[in-house]
C-alpha cells in the first residue's frame, strides 16, 4: 500500500485527532492539521500534501470554499469531504466544486482507507 502525505483540516479537535490516528495507523503522515479553511489554503501551498481531508462545515469558511481556494492554487489537488449524515446538498456542492470524494461522520477506518485509496488511484 502507498504511504501519502496527507493534510487533515476539521474544527474539532477530537475528530482531527481521530482522522489523524487512523491515517497513522494505515501508514500515512499527516504533515499539518487545520482548524480553519484559510488556514487549510495557507498551509496547503507550504506542505504540498498528496491528499486533505476536509470538513464541510467549520466557523470561518466552509471546507468547499477552502476547497475552491485549494484548487485555485493547485487544480489537481485531491480532497475528500468530511460530513455529516443530512448534508447531502452540501457534499453534492462540494463534489461540484473539485472535491474527488467523502466520508460521512462518524468517521470508519475502513471507509476511509477505501475512499483514500479510490481518490489515489484516479489522475
Known sequence: MAI???MVVDDSLLTSK???AMLHEQGHRV??????????IDEYRFHRP???TMDITMPDMDGIAATIGILEHDPKAKVIMVTSHG????????LDAGARGYVLKP?????LK????QVMRRP
Open 4 to 6: 501519502y502525505n496527507i
Open 18 to 20: 481521530k482522522i489523524t
Open 31 to 40: 504533515v499539518q492539521v487545520c482548524k480553519t479553511g484559510a488556514e487549510a
Open 50 to 52: 498528496n491528499l486533505v
Open 87 to 94: 448534508q447531502e446538498q452540501m457534499v453534492v456542492r462540494a
Open 107 to 111: 468517521v470508519n477506518p475502513v471507509k
Open 114 to 117: 477505501e475512499m483514500i485509496e
